[in-house]
């Protein structure tokens, strides 16, 4: 391998069409059997299409499998997981005419083509590579009417961050696992990450909360006979003496109270304004994974599959299987001119004229690094609109298929039109409102009604925590600038500042990325892997440092303060963009990482000291020796043990019981499980002698019409029967 350019993969110069005929089938290969199963329906006879599941060669777990000394060289090798399925695929390409790699249209996609032909010799045939951005008819047989080779910028940029990677990680993680715990890891984004989620926690742990109050007036419109709730208002203090309003205290706040007894209150100032809202740009990554969050609960990992699942294609009875959005991991915004006349087409027959822009919308992206390489996630069809699709989707996918097809068709709208309107009201002693004078204290008051919905008939994006929206403000009553009212109550009220919230894995990905750290494909396993490694939990959707991801961050910030720095792992970001469009070579790249990075890892070495954690007390007594029990964490999470270990090796797991009683046994309690792959599921505490499981949460409510129990729907005070119900599209967990 150069030290620049990787040339090891035959360049093809004749192209799909002008290939001479010879015996066999072309051989598609994919990554995955559901792709494969979709795009053979559209290819048909003549072409034999297989999958790759994935990557077919990779670095050895059991070494570094890097030659430092050869210009960072990496040695790949094939799992032994894969191997038959490596030889079958070297058997397809032996009797197939034309190879063409089908993989996925980024950078790691590229590097699975280029693999592929290393490892089956498929260089002896005529290779192509072709891309598509979804998987429609119509797109398949376009790529495949305009093959490329395998585009090496790509390929080595996907090696330089897969080299990268392995020499932080199989640096740092050993150097952990000597001061610290076996099992324990780093990463150059996976630390990055964690620094911001500890750094925030001590913001929050440093916190002093500094005390301020409020105060309010509903107010009324002074009408005859009975005055009608359109008529009121509430209106907030703005001003006292001409300066801002800031109350401090409950005796100053009170004071003021006091002091507007019997005071009268007279409209001072209407100011009515007009604002238009654009829609937000189609869904990236990012956007995509922090919406789900917001308004469907999905963890992003969870988001991502369910968005591979509809990009790889779903079976529409009499249409086919059809892949129903485009590709899921892109930090861009563009949207195709086809794309965008088929969006105007529908929102012109469904909403009107009016609704749409004089022009198809353009959005820019203001993320750092982010490239315009690809489409932004969307529908693969705008007509297809979610209810017609709805019998063949899970109810995860439904739901996530319509937030993606709401998101696009919304983007392509015309702007909102809100008339909003701001109203001062004046308040003091009767004499001076009378006079008309100036009074000690003004009061303010705002409201917003949509004129024009445009987008907004379709969908309007979610919020953060503490984030506001005009559209959450009433509408006032008409108001004019004289006009006497009423006070029906003034309402003072403590309050105290807040810390920053904890980030919740949206909060965490839209960080991640406004500070250009990882990339699209990067943040679901990023986050999956700082879980996985216990160095934060979820409680509440909040992502909380543990006491060992608050030590294992010390440690590495305080022995690596360059390499796990954000800023640092940014620019590392921007210069792997630079060599995927070859703009720069990768192993001069690498070469000016590991030089500072190897002194750094040797002065770690002989400076880190060793901590050990404390063992959680479990606040029960061994019931073999009668010791305290402690809790632990192991491999598979946290776990019950007897503190007078080794003497008595008594241990059980930890199990979280949720109130509710085992439905199946009637004797035992419902606690959370995890399965071998991490995910949560539910069964009685009395296994094995009770075998009962559910994914979903069991609740003591029971089904009114079949007296079953009744488990979490997925959708916040929802509830179902599984009986009555039935929703899974795959087994039980597997209680042990």
């Known amino acids: 391998m150069s030290a620049t350019k990787t040339t090891s993969t035959p360049r093809k110069t004749k192209s799909a069409a002008t290939t001479s005929r010879k015996s066999g089938t072309r051989l598609v290969i994919v990554e995955s059997p559901a792709k494969a199963k979709t795009i053979g329906r559209y290819l048909g006879s003549g072409y ?32 032994r997981e894969k191997s038959k399925l490596v030889k079958e695929l070297k058997e397809s390409v032996a009797g197939a005419r034309e190879v063409i790699l ?81 099992g324990l890891s780093a990463g150059r984004v996976q630390t990055a990450a964690l620094r911001m989620v500890a750094e925030r926690e001590k913001e929050i742990q440093a916190f002093i909360a500094v005390e301020y109050w409020s105060l309010e007036a509903d107010l009324g419109k002074q009408v005859s006979g009975a005055r009608k709730a359109k008529d009121e208002f509430r209106a907030a203090l703005s001003r006292v003496n001409g300066k801002k309003a800031e109350l401090s205290n409950h005796d100053d706040t009170h004071a003021i109270v006091d002091a507007l007894n019997g005071a009268l209150y007279r409209v001072a100032a209407v100011t009515a304004r007009e604002s238009r809202r654009r829609p937000s740009a189609p869904f990236t990554t990012s956007t995509l994974q922090q919406e789900a969050s917001r308004k469907l609960s999905f963890p992003v990992r969870r988001t991502m599959q369910v968005a591979q699942e509809l990009y790889e294609g779903v079976d529409l009875g009499k249409e086919g299987t059809q892949g129903l959005i485009t ?36 959005y820019t992206r203001r993320s750092k690094g982010a490239q315009e390489a690809h489409e932004a996630i969307r529908p693969t069809n705008p007509h297809r609109e979610p209810a017609m699709v709805k019998g063949f989707l899970s109810p995860q996918q439904f739901r996530l298929y319509q937030l993606i097809w709401q998101r696009f068709v919304a983007s392509q709208m015309a702007p909102a039109i809100i008339d909003g309107t701001t109203v001062d ?47 959450d403000q009433s509408a006032l009553p008409e108001l004019t600038v004289g006009e006497m009212l009423d006070l029906l109550k003034l309402l003072p009220e403590q309050h105290f500042t807040q810390p920053p919230p904890r980030f919740t894995e ?29 160095y934060v939990t979820t409680e509440q959707r ?37 060599i995927a ?29 060793r901590v050990k954690l404390k063992d959680e007390p479990a606040g029960e007594d061994c019931e073999k020796c009668g010791r305290p029990m402690v809790i632990k964490l192991g491999k598979f999470g946290k776990f019950m043990a007897c503190s007078g270990f080794p003497e008595c090796r008594n241990s059980r797991p930890l199990l979280t019981k949720i109130g509710v ?76």
């Open 661 to 736: 009683d085992c439905p199946q046994c009637q004797q035992g309690q419902i606690v959370e499980r995890r399965s071998r792959k991490g995910r949560t599921f539910y069964g009685c505490d009395r296994y094995p002698e009770c075998d009962f499981t559910a994914w979903n949460k069991p609740v003591e409510q029971k089904c009114p019409t079949c007296g079953g129990y009744m488990v979490e729907s997925g959708r916040r005070g929802q509830v179902r029967c599984p009986a009555c119900s039935p929703t899974a599209r795959e087994a039980l967990p597997k209680a042990g």
């Open 425 to 471: 009201i004046d308040a003091g002693a009767p004499e001076l409102v009378s006079a008309g004078k100036e009074t000690p204290y003004r009061f303010r008051a705002t409201g917003s009604v949509v004129r024009f919905p445009g987008f907004l008939a379709v969908y309007r994006a979610g919020k953060d925590e503490g984030e506001e929206d005009e559209l």
């Open 327 to 362: 590709y899921m991991r892109t930090d861009s915004t563009n949207v195709a001119a086809t794309a965008q006349q088929a969006a105007r087409s529908f929102i012109n027959d469904k909403y009107g004229a009016d609704y749409l822009p004089e022009r198809p919308p353009v």
């Open 506 to 534: 949206a909060t965490l990905v839209k960080a991640l990325e406004e500070q250009g750290i990882g990339r699209p494909s990067t943040y679901a396993p990023t986050i999956g892997t700082l879980q996985a490694r216990n």
């Open 542 to 578: 909040k992502l909380i440092p543990t006491e060992l991801g608050m030590v294992v961050n010390d440690l590495l910030v305080e022995h690596f303060p360059v390499i796990f720095d954000v800023g640092f792992t940014s620019r590392l970001e921007e210069e792997l963009d630079e």
């Open 102 to 182: 089908a993989t996925d249209p980024d950078r790691e996609g590229e590097a699975i083509a280029w693999h592929l032909i290393q490892a089956t010799d498929a260089g002896e045939k005529p290779v192509h590579r072709v891309v598509f951005n979804e998987i429609t008819p119509e797109a398949v047989k376009e790529a495949m009417a305009n093959p490329r080779d395998i585009d090496m910028d790509l390929v080595d940029a996907q090696q330089a961050r897969r080299v990268l990677d392995r020499l932080v990680g199989y640096g740092v993680s050993p150097l952990l696992w000597k001061k610290v715990k076996r």
């Open 581 to 609: 469009t070859g703009e720069r070579a990768w192993a001069p790249t690498l070469h000016e990482f590991y030089g500072p990075f190897t002194n750094t890892l040797s002065a770690a070495e002989k400076t880190m000291e």
């Open 48 to 79: 034999t299409v297989k999958a790759s599941m994935g990557h077919v060669r990779d670095l050895p777990k059991s070494t570094l499998g890097v030659a430092v000394e050869n210009d960072f060289e990496p040695k790949y090798l094939i799992p």
